[in-house]
């Protein structure tokens, strides 16, 4: 069967079929409708999900959950990753035991943003390996 979804709705349902356990974020468009899409569900799947005060708290609590051996995933938009940049530092050269996602909705062109980024360089400059979606 398919189904018709947006980028962030494809997000959730992965996050609904891989088994994550912990989603945090820090609204702002283009990533907010990840943990909109899922939190009318979040007692039913079980999903410890949350605003967090900032990017870099909402990426600190994934990475704990992560450390604690459970997948996580944090969702951010782009200019959320300078705001999270020295905890994601740390993280990508101490590793962690559980899956650890961070999602980053760039906004090529800002149509929904602040700033025009991109948060693919970071990706590169600490060594996290990135998938780049395209439609």
């Known amino acids: 069967m398919k189904i018709l979804l947006t980028g962030n709705e494809a997000i959730a349902e992965g996050i609904i079929e891989s088994g994550v356990e912990v989603v945090c974020g820090y609204p702002g468009t283009p990533s907010t409708e ?3 899409t899922l939190l009318p569900q979040k007692e ?3 999903i410890h999900i949350e ?3 900032n990017e870099k708290v909402a990426f600190e609590i994934a990475a704990g959950a992560a450390w604690a051996g ?3 995933l ?3 938009k782009m200019s959320g ?5 020295d905890s994601l530092a740390s993280i990508a050269y101490s590793g962690c ?5 961070v999602f980053v909705a760039d906004d090529p062109g ?16 600490m060594l996290v390996p990135m998938l780049d979606l395209a439609s």
């Open 110 to 125: 800002v149509s929904a943003g602040m700033p025009e980024e991109d948060s693919r360089y970071y990706a590169k400059s």
């Open 74 to 76: 944090v969702t951010m």
């Open 97 to 101: 035991t559980g899956g650890l996602v």
């Open 34 to 36: 990840v943990i909109l």
């Open 70 to 72: 459970k997948r996580a």
């Open 81 to 85: 990753v300078n705001v999270a940049a």
């Open 44 to 46: 039913e799947l079980g």
């Open 51 to 53: 605003w967090s005060t």
